[in-house]
Every structure is written in structure tokens, then in C-alpha cells.
């Protein structure tokens, strides 16, 4: 960016989209840095947008953010909209050569995110992510005091305690951020990202995350406690004690956000919540440190320190702490979390009971590849007994990859603990006959969460079965939405029809097949009772028989769904490592 002399740089223009809560903040930021113009402030309610513009002096307003993007003479756009927003966004804004400063999370899904991290890289923009917690004043002191080694030269263990005590009522978060009570993942998703970001910026990079997280508040959709534990490369470790539904004892707990403190080498640093810095070398007396912070803006107004960090990186001053690819690592580790959550289930399906319910096609004559006879009776032979006559994939059943790959694994060689596990139910009623089956219906249904490890797809096809269309106009998973869930490591894929294709299309019954197989998705067909769970998440088993070189078999699928509410439908997990068809 040229300047217009060496000592002075031009002012730099920007365009501020989104006038809510938090918008308030970075426009009082940029109104107090030098050599920063906001010339305009885009919201879909005007009525919000006239109010920012009067109370920050500014001389343009509007509803239509990407005319605003694209027609204004501005340096940057500083995106501060609900998450669901900054995909369309911030491709206007590259296609119109923008650079941009973003609120996190970056978006409302992971697949997402990652489609705008590629899109940056991409565009060739310059894009921060609006981290502003790592630039709080006690972060910024402790993270110099680290660096000149003054408890050491190697940190052991860094711990948070975070009680925020702003989600414990029934009309929690109404009144601020509304949206925040319908995310699936609020908790980490849009609160711990700062604090994973801090983490790093303190203790450097994490390489795993192990969680267990909880919903305290019925009213809204999301976790809102847990206790999240770090691995650093360096070998230190961090705990992340939270919670947004219980109170602390701080006058503004707002202002720290909690209690930190550090262990190192030689010695410890505390963080108490007035934002005081207490430094206890080993085998000294504590010592309170001074240094400069006060409460105003935000949070020690980390988030004018956040934007003058941002004018800097538009100078090419220095380089951006919060880059895109910093973010990409960030994302990472909170991915790490909730699939680490995702394994926290035992004690959940034990507590207080659970219902059981069958999923199960019944195996009688009526039932096409089934043959039920009668081979001994206790009249002749002094007992009862049947033979079973079952074709490998009739009733409700699950696939081996040997179904379609030819030196794929056989039923007795499939890894069972993808077969048992936490569930999500993904509601695509109604559906019609025939209807391929893509990606954006699979995300509309689940509203915004992650995939989960084992996804069930309820159409209530298992009502028509017994009729001509249960088989020969089922809906199916498209190509495109097999590829998805690959993508997006799905480990069982469960349908109510009795095939995930057209049995009547040899070609896309072939290609469906073997994108799902050949990445190691298990996939049970044939599934019934769906209409009868009626919660979002739930603990899923179908355990084969097992049949040596067998390529499918039918199974008894059940329903665990406990009497305390599920509180997590977010989950991931690593796809299984099934050998691949080499014919």
C-alpha cells in the first residue's frame, strides 16, 4: 500500500458491515485510530445502520452490503455479521480486490470455513480474522514476560478458569447476540476459538485436545460447559475449565474473561480476574507486577489493540498474527475438541435409563430373500428349530466393501466400533420418490452442525415397504453427497431404503457404492421406527454377523436414546483405514 510521504501515510477508508452488539466496539476502535476513515456502515436494518452512523459520524448508510463493497472507493471491509454471512461476503469482497478484517468464527460449519480459507489463499487478499482476545493487556505483558524468560525458559502447564454467567436464563443471550442460542456448537465454536488462539499465542502450537462438554441451559442448542485439555508440541499442557452458565465472583467478568495462571520452569504468573499480574519465582515471595490496562471498550480494549494491528498489516508494517492460516490452525484444534467430546458417551447411556428402540425390518416370509422353515419341532424331535434361508442384503442389512470392491474387506473383517457409537439423526422429511439426495439438503437439515461419526437419515421410506415404490422409487444419495460425506469423514452412513442408490442403475448403484466403500463408510440400508426417535442425537448399534468373506449380512439395529437429554449433535471422527480395491 503506497503512501503519500514517508512520514505520512493517506488515511485509510473503510467500509464497517453489520451494526449489532459487537459492532459498537470496533466502530469506537476506529473512530480513536489515527490516519482511519469509516466512510461507511452497511446493515440489513437500516434502522441500526442510521443509529451507528449518527453516533460514530458517519456519512453513508445502506442495506445492500456487496453494492457497498464493490462501488465504494475503500481500503477494507471490516465484516462484523453473524457467521452465517461471511462466506458471500467475503467472496464479494475478493472479487472487488478488498482486504478484510472478519469476526470469528469465520463461519457457522467447518466445511465452510475451510471453503473460505481456500478462497482467501486463493484470491490473493489480505484477510484478518478478528482474534482480539490474544491482544488483551495482560496477554500481550504475560506473553513478554514469558519471552524474557522471567519464570523460565520452558512452560509446564498453562490453566484457564472462565465462569461468563451470561447464559444461565431462560431468555439467555436474547438480549445481545440472539443467534448464539440457536448454535449447535456455542461453547468452543464461538467462545473457545479465542482462548485456543490465546493458548497458542502463550504456550505455542497444540498438537491434540481431549474435552467433555455439557449443556447446562435446556433453552438454547449448543454446549455451554466443559473442560478442555491441551497437548502442546513443546510438551506443556493446558486446561480450559468453562462455563457460560455459572457466575464468578468478578465485579466484570468480562473484563478477563477468568483466572489464568502459568507454571513455567522457574516459576509461576497469575491472572486474576481485575486483570492483575502476580509473578512467583521458585522459592521467592509472589510479587504483583505493574503494568499498564484499563476497562474500556472491550475485554482492556483489546479490540482497538486488534485493529491497529490490522491498519499495520495493511501497511505491510508486519505480519498478521491472526492470518488465515493461523486461523486454519486454530480451526483444527477446535475440531480436535469436539471430536474428542464425541467419545465422551458411556456414563451418558447409563445414567437414569435409556429407551431401546428397534430399527429392525422383521425376518418372516414376507420379507424378500428371506426363507423361514421349519426343521425340527418338539413334537418329533424334542425341541424347536428353524432353517434361515437369507440373501446377504435382504431386510435391514449392512454392506461389507467386498459388496462392490473385489479384494475389499469381507463382514468378519470389518472394525466394529464404527458400527456402535453416537449418532445423528438427520430429519429429511418429507421426501419424494426418486429424489436424489445432495450435500445442501443434508446441511439445511442439520442446521448448521458439523457431520457427525455416524450419520441416519430418516425419509420414513420404511412406510412404504411391502409396495412397488419401497424398491423401484427409493430416494437415493447422489454422487456428489456420497463424495461430502467422505470429505467430511463420516464413518456409517444409515438409509431407510433398501439400497443408498438405484437398484435399477447399475452405474450409479456401482458409483455410489464405491466412493462410500472404498473410503471405509460402513453403510446400513433397510432401517425402520425412525419417526420414533425424536431427539437430534443418539447412541446407534448394528452389529453384523460374522460371516467369513461375506459381503453383507442383515442386522438388529437399535436405538439407545436416554431419558436425560442429548446434549451434544456435534461430532466427528476419523474414517476407517478399509484396504482399497485394487481389481
Known amino acids: 500500500m503506497s503512501n503519500t510521504s514517508e512520514s505520512s501515510p493517506r488515511k485509510l477508508r473503510g467500509l464497517v458491515i453489520g451494526a449489532g452488539y459487537f459492532s459498537d466496539f470496533h466502530l469506537d476502535a ?3 485510530i489515527d490516519g482511519v476513515e469509516i466512510i461507511a456502515i452497511c446493515d440489513l436494518d437500516l434502522a441500526k445502520a442510521e443509529r451507528a452512523a449518527t453516533k460514530f459520524a458517519i456519512s453513508r448508510v445502506s442495506t445492500d452490503a456487496p453494492k457497498s463493497i464493490r462501488e465504494l472507493e475503500i481500503d477494507f471491509v471490516d465484516i462484523a455479521t453473524p457467521p452465517s454471512s461471511h462466506l458471500a461476503l467475503i467472496e464479494t469482497s475478493i472479487e472487488a480486490g478488498r482486504a478484510m478484517i472478519c469476526q470469528k468464527p469465520l463461519a457457522s460449519d467447518v466445511e465452510t470455513s475451510n471453503l473460505i480459507i481456500d478462497r482467501v489463499r486463493a484470491g490473493g487478499v489480505k484477510l484478518m480474522v478478528h482474534e482480539n482476545f490474544r491482544f488483551q493487556p495482560w496477554y500481550r505483558e504475560i506473553k513478554r514476560l514469558l519471552d524474557d524468560g522471567v519464570i523460565g525458559d520452558r512452560v509446564h502447564q498453562i490453566s484457564l478458569k472462565t465462569r461468563m454467567g451470561d447464559g444461565w436464563q431462560k431468555d439467555a443471550y436474547l438480549a445481545r447476540q440472539p443467534y448464539f442460542r440457536t448454535m449447535p456448537r456455542l461453547l468452543v465454536h464461538e467462545t473457545g476459538v479465542h482462548f485456543v488462539d490465546t493458548f497458542r499465542y502463550l504456550a505455542g502450537e497444540i498438537r491434540g485436545a481431549h474435552a467433555i462438554l455439557r449443556r ?3 433453552e438454547i442448542l449448543g454446549e ?11 510438551g506443556a499442557i493446558g486446561v480450559w475449565d468453562a462455563s457460560r452458565y455459572n457466575e464468578s465472583t468478578a465485579n466484570n467478568p468480562r473484563y478477563t474473561f477468568g483466572n489464568l495462571c502459568i507454571d513455567a520452569s522457574g516459576g509461576s504468573i497469575w491472572l486474576d480476574d481485575d486483570g492483575g499480574i502476580t509473578i512467583k519465582r521458585l522459592g521467592d515471595d509472589p510479587v504483583a507486577h505493574p503494568y499498564h490496562h484499563r476497562d474500556a471498550g472491550f475485554a482492556g480494549d483489546c479490540v482497538l489493540a486488534a485493529q491497529r494491528h490490522f491498519v499495520g498489516y495493511l501497511r505491510d508494517e508486519h505480519p498478521c498474527e491472526t492470518s488465515i492460516d493461523e486461523y486454519a490452525k486454530t480451526l483444527q484444534v477446535v475440531q480436535q475438541i469436539y471430536q474428542s467430546a464425541s467419545w465422551d458417551t458411556p456414563a451418558r447411556w447409563q445414567r437414569g435409563g435409556c429407551d431401546i428402540i428397534d430399527l429392525t425390518l422383521p425376518i418372516n416370509d414376507q420379507l424378500p430373500g428371506a426363507n423361514v422353515e421349519t426343521a425340527k419341532t418338539i413334537a418329533s424331535h424334542g425341541w ?3 432353517t434361515l ?4 442384503h435382504s431386510g435391514t442389512h449392512m454392506d461389507a466393501p467386498r459388496h462392490f470392491l473385489n479384494r475389499g474387506l469381507s463382514m468378519e ?6 458400527c456402535v457409537g453416537p449418532a445423528t439423526l438427520v430429519d429429511l422429511t418429507p421426501v419424494q420418490p ?48 456420497a463424495h461430502w460425506l467422505v470429505r467430511h469423514e463420516v464413518r456409517l452412513i444409515g438409509v431407510e431404503p433398501p439400497s443408498v442408490a438405484d437398484v435399477n442403475n447399475i452405474a450409479e448403484l456401482t458409483e455410489v457404492h464405491t466412493i462410500l466403500l472404498r473410503a471405509g463408510i460402513v453403510i446400513v440400508e433397510g432401517l425402520a421406527n425412525l419417526d420414533k426417535i425424536h431427539v437430534p442425537s ?10 467369513v468373506g461375506g459381503d453383507g449380512c442383515p442386522v438388529r439395529a437399535i436405538a439407545r436414546v436416554g431419558d436425560a437429554r442429548v446434549t451434544r449433535d456435534i461430532r466427528s471422527g476419523v474414517p476407517l483405514g478399509f484396504a482399497k480395491d485394487e481389481s
Not at 455451554?224 to 513443546?234: H, I, N, P, Q
Not at 473383517?413 to 464404527?418: E, G, I, M, P, S
Not at 445442501?440 to 412397488?468: C, E, K, N
Open 216 to 218: 447446562r441451559n435446556e
Open 384 to 386: 424347536n428349530a428353524t
Open 224 to 234: 455451554d460447559a466443559g473442560v478442555v485439555m491441551f497437548d502442546f508440541e513443546s
Open 413 to 418: 473383517q470389518l472394525h466394529l466400533d464404527a
Open 30 to 32: 476506529w473512530s480513536r
Open 538 to 547: 443418539f447412541e446407534f448399534i448394528a452389529l453384523p454377523l460374522c460371516v
Open 434 to 481: 426418486r429424489e436424489l439426495l445432495t450435500s445442501q439438503r443434508i446441511v439445511a437439515a442439520l442446521g448448521g452442525m458439523i457431520p457427525s461419526q455416524r450419520l441416519i437419515l430418516r425419509t420414513d421410506w420404511h412406510r412404504r415397504f411391502g409396495t412397488d415404490e419401497y424398491r423401484n422409487a427409493l430416494p437415493r444419495i447422489s454422487a456428489e453427497l
Open 389 to 392: 434361508k437369507l440373501y446377504s
